[in-house]
């Protein structure tokens, strides 16, 4: 077993699988370029404070460019003995420079280092993530846009409701997901904070400038407590939380999804690429991207309670349990960063079909019109509603839908019925009525419209 960074005053060596428990590079390998640059920085602060003399940090600077171009090309061989990032690091900048090489972690110890480049790995990540999320509201945007004038039964407790347009419907999925954008950049703020020069938990002994370290970084502020600093994993359980929620988003967007696309539906056609066929049935056409979008949503909940069950009762500053902080942080950036650019491929893909919507649209569907048609006439709302349900109720006797009902059975319900009451069952003229601020209405969807381009703009901006 090859040099570790510890064991001075251990005999032998540990047992082989209490150190396959131990080891991390297996996962956090992964962080190679944020350790790298991490490496660099503070051999620069430690040259600022005299413990590095200029040749010496002159040839730790080379030896970590080199092992920083090994590690893009994929050409560095990792050792038996290399336990994680951190030390496959030291034992190549070794091989590379010679002693020089024990000088760098001076003053340094992993836990700073590791808290270090997870920060810096998530601000590095966090823009593809939130250009995936983008590139999906761009295209609930262009369907929004491309199907906003037709007409679509709107639900609540998956009963027919009332209708809306189906522009509106595709924005409502548009709005959670700039949520989710303002939550991942307001987590890329605080998680900007520098940990390194905090030691193990007690700080560093030289004169360190923490502030230009930071800076240096591209930190904006360097942690203010040296015990908190190396414990703080609230911007892992902050991601954590964004991610799981922002699946829920897609979920409940897949779900819909799978749901218009069945046949007893039969409001959307799902593109061929981003379906999948059975084995067995030759008619069958599956929304499996859909479906997955939706299953994965667990996994991402998972990691967020896996990680605060992790946080909930550590008794000290570091301890070896934060090293189960990774791979639920790797893995839900991975499964959103492999979901996202599907499901902007799928929504762009599918087909409206349009006729099936309109003709799932019944009289029903305006018995609130028909209420406030009475309201219009100076009838208390609650006895008007008390009358449209008298209304639906004698049609349904009837056997007829409520624009077939006779008139002087509706006078007979109320006398405030006159003849043009038959005008509220026209479904786009319902939709034309709410024409408030976030209603269906024509009119306030291409308000809306608007706003959800002014509320992107930013974020094309600086995608990566």
């Given at each position: 077993m090859s040099k570790k960074l510890w064991g001075g005053r251990f005999e032998g060596d540990p047992d082989a699988q209490a150190w396959a428990l131990n080891a991390s590079l297996a996962f956090d390998q992964r962080l190679a370029a944020q350790?790298?640059?991490?490496?660099?920085?503070?051999?620069?602060?430690?040259?600022?404070?005299?413990?590095?003399?200029?040749?010496?940090?002159?040839?730790?600077?080379?030896?970590?460019?080199?092992?920083?171009?090994?590690?893009?090309?994929?050409?560095?061989?990792?050792?038996?003995?290399?336990?994680?990032?951190?030390?496959?690091?030291?034992?190549?900048?070794?091989?590379?420079?010679?002693?020089?090489a024990g000088k760098l972690?001076?003053?340094?110890?992993?836990?700073?280092?590791?808290?270090?480049d997870l920060r810096l790995w998530l601000l590095d990540e966090l823009p593809v993530l939130q250009s995936a999320v983008t590139a999906l509201q761009a295209a609930l945007l262009a369907r929004t846009e491309q199907d906003q004038a037709i007409l679509l039964p709107g639900y609540t407790h998956l009963q027919r409701a009332q209708p809306v347009l189906l522009g509106h419907w595709w924005l409502a999925h548009f709005w959670p997901l700039q949520r989710d954008q303002q939550r991942l950049a307001q987590l890329a703020e605080r998680a900007a904070v520098s940990p390194l020069g905090a030691g193990a938990l007690a700080g560093v002994p030289f004169p360190v400038d923490r502030e230009a370290l930071a800076a240096a970084l591209g930190f904006s502020a360097a942690a203010a407590n040296s015990l908190d600093a190396v414990s703080d994993r609230d911007f892992v359980a902050e991601f954590l939380f964004a991610a799981a929620l922002l699946g829920v988003h897609l979920s409940k967007l897949a779900e819909a999804v799978v749901l218009f696309s069945t046949t007893e539906f039969g409001f959307f056609e799902l593109a061929d690429a981003y379906a999948s066929g059975s084995s067995l049935m030759p008619q069958k056409k599956n929304p499996d991207v859909f479906e997955l979008a939706r299953g994965k949503t667990g996994r991402l909940i998972g990691n967020l309670v896996e990680v605060l069950t992790l946080l909930k009762a550590l008794p000290s500053t570091y301890d070896?349990?934060?090293?189960?902080?990774?791979?639920?942080?790797?893995?839900?950036?991975?499964?959103?960063?492999?979901?996202?650019?599907?499901?902007?491929?799928?929504?762009?893909?599918?087909?409206?079909?349009?006729?099936?919507?309109r003709a799932a649209i019944d009289d029903g569907l305006m018995a609130t019109d028909l209420a406030d048609y009475l309201v219009a006439r100076g009838v208390p709302f609650r006895e008007a509603h008390e009358a449209a349900g008298k209304a639906g109720r004698a049609a349904l006797q009837a056997g007829v839908p409520l624009s077939a009902l006779p008139l002087a059975d509706y006078q007979t319900i109320h006398a405030a019925f006159g003849e043009d009451l038959y005008a509220v069952f026209d479904p786009a003229a319902s939709v034309a009525r709410r024409a408030a601020l976030g209603g269906t209405a024509p009119a306030a969807l291409a308000e809306q419209i608007r706003a959800a381009h002014a509320a992107l703009a930013p974020h094309r901006r600086s995608q990566p």
């Open positions: 350790d790298v640059r991490g490496s660099g920085a503070w051999a620069a602060a430690l040259l600022a404070a005299g413990v590095l003399d200029a040749e010496e940090a002159a040839a730790i600077q080379s030896g970590l460019s080199a092992i920083a171009d090994e590690f893009a090309a994929g050409e560095l061989v990792f050792a038996p003995g290399d336990e994680d990032i951190h030390t496959a690091v030291e034992r190549r900048l070794a091989e590379l420079i010679g002693p020089a972690h001076t003053g340094r110890s992993r836990n700073d280092q590791v808290a270090t070896k349990d934060l090293q189960g902080d990774k791979e639920p942080l790797f893995e839900s950036y991975d499964t959103l960063t492999a979901v996202l650019p599907v499901l902007a491929g799928g929504i762009a893909g599918i087909t409206p079909r349009a006729e099936r919507m």
